[in-house]
Structures are given as C-alpha cells and as structure tokens.
C-alpha cells in the first residue's frame, strides 16, 4: 500500500442477478462480478473520494463527494453510503473493503441494523474495538468458533502483519464463507488497477444509472422475478416499505446537510423501495381481491 493506493470493493452476499436492481440506484458507475458461491463483488469505476475524481455519470457523488466543511470525503465514509444503501435495501448483507495510504477496514451493512466495522492503521496496528470484529462474524453467518478465533488474530498486535495483510487475513476467513474474488482483484491496489482488472473478466457486467424512470422499471421487474424476495407482499411487507419511507427523508436530507453523496443516495434507495413497496402491495393486493391485506 502507498500514499497512492486508494480504492474500494464491495462484497454482497448475493448472486449478480440479485444485486443488479439494487446496485443500479446507487447512481454510480460500477462494475458487477461474481465472487464465489453466493457472492458477487462491485468495483466502482470513478472515485468520488478524490477531488479530481469523476464518481458516476450523473451519480450524487459526481465531481468527487465532499464532507461539510468542503474537503473530499474519505473512502471509508463513501463506500460506507454505498453499502447501507444497497443493504437497507436487501435482504443480504454488504461488505466493502476500502483502503488509503494511511489505513485500510471494513464497513459491514446488514438491513437496518447500524453498520459495523474495523479499521487498521497503514502499519496493521488495530483501531477499533475487538467487539465489531464478532458483530460482523454473527451478522455474515461464520463459524462461531473456528472463523472467530481467525478474525480475532486479526485485533492483535503483529508487526510482520500490515494492514494489506489484514486485508488479506479477512478474506481467507471469508473464503470458508464461499467468497472467491477473481484473480487479480486485490485489496489495497489503486482503484484504477482494480477496474481495469475486472473490466477484462469475461463475467464482468456494467452497472451505470440510466434515469429515474428506468429504476423504477428494473425495480418492478426485481420484484415480479422475485428476486427481491417474497417479503415483497403482505403486512410485514407494508411495514418494512413504510419504515423505508420513514427512515429514508430524513436520512436524505442529514446526507444533503453534510453533502454527503453516498449517504444521500441511501436515503434515496430507501425512499424509491420504500413507495415502490407500498403501490406494490396496493396493487397486488387490489388485483387479488385484498389478499395479504
């Protein structure tokens, strides 16, 4: 890792047929790869953490996302948005790995859960408490014991041990989990090696915002494939959309006061599930005579 060496990749624990709905409302132009049994791995193509950078065509974070004091947003704090966004979203969790010249970590999003994470110094010195790295294990589903004692190895101190190395500890725990990145995609690369790297694969598929209208269309088609899930309908449907709906204003508009692009765009998903969810359920629920009302 160098003081040039800034990037980002987001696991989901879900198939690229899966992720593909959600992805698309992230606004943002990405790259979609499988990553294992059950995986799939998003590479952004711009990189809204740099301020030269040119984060989506049209995304929120376009030009490079910034903080509210005017300075560029860190990695850490936009991929964060991106994972809660497609998470709030799903029914699977996200993991993005992100990487600087002075750190490297993790943020874990899980539905509406608060986000957990662990971060490690350029050196590999831990910063972050012992207790995030077992939350993020319950949450992913891993061994309770086995997976454990090897993340845990990862909170003490190793001076032979860096933080690409870390890095690298994690995704050997996770590879008992199914994960399986295509070769050449390492954490603590550059971003622009990263997205050259996947762009190459021949399962890689383009993920870019394509207007409003579209999402809702790919969305409704997510939700007739089923691939959204089959909580989509019924009463606790209504209640998670209209808690989406809830959530997602006020978090867009906290987003907007700190002019924060990936925070703005989990409100965003939120909402466009949320009301999406809600005539949904109107619908079906009118077409079929009120049933699941």
């Not at 004091?69 to 936009?78: A, F, L, M, Y």
């Not at 890095?167 to 050997?172: V, Y």
């Not at 691939?227 to 987003?255: C, E, F």
Request: aromatic fraction near 6%; glycine fraction near 14%.
């Amino acid at each position: 890792m160098t003081a040039t060496s800034v990037g980002a990749l987001m696991l989901c624990r879900a198939d690229p047929e899966t992720v593909r709905p959600v992805a698309r409302l992230l606004q943002e132009r990405m790259l979609l790869v499988p990553a294992g049994d059950g995986w799939s791995v998003l590479v952004p193509e711009g990189k809204p953490w740099r301020k030269d950078g040119h984060g989506g065509a049209g995304g929120t974070a376009a030009g490079g996302a910034t903080a509210s004091d005017g300075s560029p947003e860190p990695v850490d704090r936009v991929v964060g948005g991106w994972a809660t966004a497609l998470a709030v979203g799903s029914t699977w969790p996200v993991l993005a790995l992100w990487w600087d010249g002075d750190r490297s970590g993790y943020t874990l999003a899980s539905g509406f859960r608060r986000p957990v994470g662990y971060t490690w110094l350029a050196d590999g010195t831990p910063a972050a408490e012992e207790e995030a790295m077992r939350t993020s294990a319950l949450r992913l589903g891993l061994d309770p014991v086995q997976d454990v004692q090897a993340l845990e190895k990862l909170t003490r101190a190793d001076p032979e041990a860096d933080a690409d190395a870390r890095l690298r500890g994690l995704l050997a725990v996770l590879t008992r989990a199914g994960v399986d990145l295509p070769p050449g995609l390492t954490p603590g690369d550059p971003a622009d090696r990263l997205r050259s790297v996947a762009g190459i694969l021949p399962e890689a598929e383009q993920i870019e915002w394509a207007g409003w209208r579209d999402a809702v269309r790919v969305e409704l088609d997510a939700v007739e494939s089923g691939s959204l899930g089959p909580w989509m309908l019924g009463p606790r449907a209504r209640a998670v959309a209209a808690a989406q709906v809830a959530a997602g204003l006020p978090l867009t508009l906290w987003g907007a006061r700190r002019r924060s692009g990936g925070w703005i765009t989990a409100g965003l998903v939120l909402l466009v599930q949320g009301v999406l969810g809600l005539a949904y359920n109107h619908v079906r629920g009118t077409g079929a005579g009120g049933q699941g009302r």
